[in-house]
């Protein structure tokens, strides 16, 4: 848990100094304002601290409402409702999505 005034501050002066951030959903939507429901949202808000300077954004405990988790325990589907209830995950299982930023290639 961080203060809600100490958001600014870790973005102005800790972010751009980070290489590596591993923030779990709650604290990436706190850090960039998306609220993350689809790939595209993980993407943009992944998009925002790259642009901050980060070089490696890697989201912990991350649900995508209506998809399916893969239970690593029996290897079966589980699926999430599309009614806005929320469903519990399978023990064990933890989403997480992967964002690199891209470096321009030297031209010669």
Known sequence: YVPPELVDIYKKEVLPLADVITPNQFEIEQLT????QTIADAQNACRILHNLGVSL????SIIFPGTEINDPIDNTMV??????T?????PNSIGMFVSRRRTQQKTM
């Not at 304002?33 to 993350?36: E, L």
């Not at 954004?57 to 912990?60: A, G």
């Open 79 to 84: 699926e999430k409702p599309g009614d806005g």
């Open 86 to 90: 929320e469903a519990t995950p399978p």
């Open 33 to 36: 304002g998306i609220d993350i």
């Open 57 to 60: 954004v890697l989201i912990t």
